[in-house]
């Protein structure tokens, strides 16, 4: 149910799912409250500034959907409400997500019911006001409810609005497998319809979902996993963590028992959050575990949905982890702008997406009004200033591709509207600032408000549920009230700044290290699992641990040193797991390193007007010619040469001299094109791929390659652009003749001065809508999949890695020695100075006559059955993220 904002003319399409994201209501916080102020570590602001960036925020918002409301614009709410009412229909023949559909669509007019009965009762607006609202919310509720029809009673992953489920025209119903936070991300909307009409089959259905969850919980961790069969209760994926596919289901846990007032929710998040601190916590991170063992970890990265977690211990009153991990994110955003989808526990790209996630401000929110900390006030700043140079295009935000290259998506999904501004508006916002009390309130994971009195109204449920068990848990660390911000804290201003400082540092630590967990935190008392990232083939302890584990250490004769894993030789069948598990982080960290030693992808920045470098456009690099990532970036105006192939002697010097030429590609080597434009002048070039219609949202971008021959005289920069991202730079030049661009290894930053001098003081529709729609936005190159940029596709092209039997292998160099690119083998080298693997994929030569002999690089890497079910986990969880926005 993700949306995209805008209108025509844009980059991106008109957004005609958004009208239940207008009823959404401006944000509240329960629990905490800013009773004092610190000046822990930052000057505090003044209340001029802090006004300042509020109405930076209302600005930003505006330009995103000039006719969403709420951020205390009241007239605009009501005429959102008589919209909805108007144009939306639910009654109709599409497949939605149960979980998206509930959080986006009953939420958001469960608090847009909320908003307008408290604004009726001031007496003002909404007047005419009658529960219209209300009525769509609880028509919505029972189309929704067909979807618990399980034997479990957790509901399926989808439903037809119009048909329900199992019908042959649903075509819907047969899905077995559901997220936990799909099925534990219910009771808050829910409860609420129940209490506010009267009819409490709603809360009930929502309850058994969650009674079912906490049952299925494994016993000896009271952890869940993220994947649960809804027919039969057993656990599909059974790692866990905070992140993608389980975070709001506690986050739900902890605000139901705050809407609802129901001491078993609280239980049960005690419980689970005693967990999470026991294994996941490894702070400053947040790593996901397997349920079954839950000391060894699950994987090496960790995605942007955590970001929520700080905020949510804020209200457990767990304040020094929810620091730490928040001042971890906040170095990793100082990094790369923007926090990516996901990130390796040493700080690198794992994912290089960022659909504009709300979660880290969501969290910066909750932690200064726990500790009243001006810092965080200056981490809002900050996030204001990225959105506004990165993700600002003529018509709204756009999604970043990859937040390496500054490139776009052509998207804008409702939680940036419903989530991201609310709390930005409000971290600036002091009391006076708000048109009523938000304290009164609890924010939905969606932001929508949901009002406090609902837990003394139309209360029918018993505050015990009879039908778990509870006398097993240890309820000595629970707190059975909100925490009070007076005692959160030591008498010690500093004491926030305190907990950040040793963190400053973290992301951009020489030689990064994960954190490994220490003896004294194992029951057993026995050293941590072999991680790969420590293995080194020249200490005897690691070669022992390997034996242990039931893998071989063969030497090959090309001095390469090849590991090969027979579960039947394990010392135990917990070795043979963790052995299993080495080689799988093993293949792992060889994708996660390799794409260090390639040429990564390039930026064509659109500089002139009416664009000001709005535009961004991934391009793939060149093996020869200047060198972007080493050398200034490369400015100026772009021309067509002639002939457009570049293929033999420009007969328009005069055209190209001092300028960036646009050369075709085909008919000829990439070098004899760089060649011949240089001769005649040329600072720079630009191949634009001659297949039409071709994008790299379909096919991965390449590294040009040499001609075979020394290339050493070519000194200009020259990138690769796909035709659709080519044609933006044509229709530019169409429209408006001279088009300035800068070639860069990253996009730069907007000269705001500049653009307000260089735009004219008047335009007319035509020539905003023409700006608009050449916004185009670039593809991203996800360098874990595609690995790099060679003349052919990059895509990953799985091969056996030649184990013996159906054991597992890999290959290990203890030299910096490159393997023969003929062979197939996965080969890894020891760095000298780093303990670090430092692995190197190499894959046969393959020619295509178009243009020059060349080299595919990407990953060659096929693991046995059962490693590889394990590898597309990561694939599984982030097509997770794309269509459920969890």
């Not at 839950?294 to 620091?323: C, E, H, Y």
């Not at 702008?337 to 526990?345: C, I, S």
């Not at 670090?836 to 243009?851: G, I, V």
Request: hydrophobic residues 35%; charged residues 25%; aromatic residues 8%.
């Amino acid at each position: 149910m993700s949306e995209a904002g805008g209108g025509p003319g844009c980059g991106f399409p008109v957004p005609q799912r958004a009208p239940w994201s207008l009823v959404a209501a401006t944000a509240a916080l329960c629990l905490v409250s800013a009773t004092s102020v610190w000046t822990a570590g930052a000057a505090p602001m003044s209340r001029e500034e802090k006004q300042k960036l509020g109405n930076q925020v209302l600005e930003m918002f505006d330009h995103a959907y000039g006719n969403y409301m709420v951020l205390n614009k009241t007239k605009e709410f009501e005429d959102a409400v008589r919209k909805v009412l108007r144009d939306v229909n639910l009654d109709n023949d599409v497949v939605v997500s149960v979980f998206e559909t509930n959080i986006r669509v009953l939420g958001g007019l469960l608090g847009g019911h909320s908003l307008a009965i408290m604004l009726k009762e001031k007496g003002e607006y909404m007047q005419w006001y009658n529960d219209e609202l209300l009525q769509m919310a609880k028509q919505l509720g029972y189309k929704l409810l067909p979807a618990f029809n399980t034997t479990s009673g957790l509901p399926y992953p989808r439903i037809n609005l119009k048909f329900g489920i199992r019908k042959p025209e649903a075509r819907t119903g047969t899905e077995t497998d559901t997220c936990t936070a799909c099925a534990g991300t219910l009771i808050l909307e829910f409860a609420a319809l129940s209490r506010f009409t009267g009819a409490t089959i709603f809360e009930e259905y929502a309850r058994k979902a969650l009674d079912f969850l906490w049952e299925k919980r494994q016993r000896s961790s009271n952890l869940v996993g993220v994947t649960i069969n809804i027919h039969t209760g057993d656990w599909v994926r059974k790692d866990s963590g905070v992140g993608a596919g389980i975070d709001s289901y506690y986050e739900y846990l902890l605000k139901a028992y705050v809407l609802l007032g129901d001491d078993s929710f609280l239980e049960r998040f005690n419980t689970h959050y005693d967990a999470i601190m026991r294994y996941i916590s490894q702070p400053p991170l947040l790593l996901d575990v397997h349920i079954h063992k839950p000391m060894l970890n699950a994987r090496t990265w960790m995605d942007a949905l955590l970001a929520f977690f700080p905020g949510l211990q804020v209200l457990k009153g767990d304040i020094r982890p929810a620091i730490e991990t928040h001042e971890m994110l906040y170095q990793v955003i100082k990094k790369h702008n923007f926090l990516p989808e996901a990130f390796t526990t040493d700080f690198r790209v794992h994912w290089a997406q960022h659909p504009l996630r709300p979660e880290f401000a969501e969290s910066t929110y909750f932690l200064y009004k726990a500790t009243g900390d001006p810092y965080y006030l200056e981490v809002g700043k900050t996030l204001i200033e990225n959105l506004n140079k990165y993700a600002r295009v003529p018509c709204g935000f756009a999604a970043m591709k990859d937040v390496r290259t500054g490139s776009h998506e052509d998207r804008m999904d409702s939680f940036f509207l419903a989530e991201m501004f609310k709390y930005l508006y409000l971290l600036f916002a002091d009391k006076e600032d708000i048109i009523f009390d938000i304290e009164d309130y609890i924010f939905t994971t969606e932001a929508h408000l949901l009002p406090l009195w609902l837990s003394t109204t139309n209360q029918s449920m018993s505050k015990k549920n009879t039908t778990s068990e509870y006398t097993e848990l240890d309820d000595s660390n629970f707190d059975w009230t909100c925490p009070n911000t007076q005692i959160l804290f030591p008498n010690d201003p500093l004491y926030a700044q305190s907990i950040r400082e040793p963190l400053k540092n973290v992301v951009d630590k020489s030689c990064p290290r994960g954190i490994i967990r220490v003896e004294e935190s194992f029951r057993s008392g026995a050293k941590p699992p072999l991680r790969a990232r420590d293995f080194m083939a020249t200490n005897p302890e690691h070669l022992e641990i390997l034996k242990k584990m039931g893998v071989s250490l063969i030497h090959l004769k090309d001095g390469r040193v090849q590991l090969v894993q027979h579960a039947i030789q394990a010392a135990s069948s917990i070795d043979a797991e963790d052995g299993l598990r080495f080689m799988q982080e093993m293949i792992e960290l060889s994708s996660q390193q390799q794409k260090e030693q390639q040429l990564p992808p390039r930026a064509v920045q659109i500089v002139s007007h009416p664009f000001f470098g709005r535009v961004v456009l991934t391009a793939g690099p060149a093996q020869f010619g200047l060198d972007l990532s080493k050398h200034k970036e490369t400015r100026g105006f772009v021309a067509s040469s002639k002939p457009y192939n570049g293929c033999s002697e420009l007969t328009n010097p005069e055209a190209v001299m001092g300028k960036i030429a646009l050369i075709q590609r085909g008919q000829c080597m990439f070098a004899e094109k760089a060649r011949n434009i240089q001769n005649a002048g040329a600072i720079g070039g630009i191949v634009i791929d001659d297949n039409e219609g071709s994008s790299s949202d379909t096919a991965p971008l390449f590294q040009m390659a040499g001609d075979g021959k020394d290339t050493d005289d070519i000194k200009i920069p020259m990138l690769f652009l796909f035709s659709k991202e080519g044609s933006i730079i044509l229709d530019a030049i169409r429209e408006y003749e001279e088009v300035e661009v800068l070639l860069s290894d990253k996009a730069k930053d907007r000269d705001p001065e500049m653009e307000n001098e260089e735009q004219p003081s008047s335009e007319n529709d035509s020539q905003n809508q023409s700006a608009e729609q050449m916004t185009s936005i670039s593809q991203e190159i996800d360098l874990i999949d595609q690995e790099s940029l060679e003349e052919t596709s990059l895509n990953s092209h799985p091969e056996s890695l030649s184990p013996a039997d159906t054991d597992n292998a890999a290959s290990v160099s203890p030299s910096e020695q490159n393997s023969n690119p003929a062979e197939n083998h996965e080969t890894t080298s020891l760095d000298g100075e780093c303990t670090d693997l430092d692995n190197q994929l190499q894959e046969q030569s393959e020619t295509e006559e178009d243009s020059s002999p060349n080299v595919s690089w990407g990953k060659k890497v096929q693991p046995i059955d059962s490693i590889l079910a394990d590898w597309n986990e990561d694939i599984e969880a982030f097509e997770m993220m794309e269509k459920d926005e969890l």
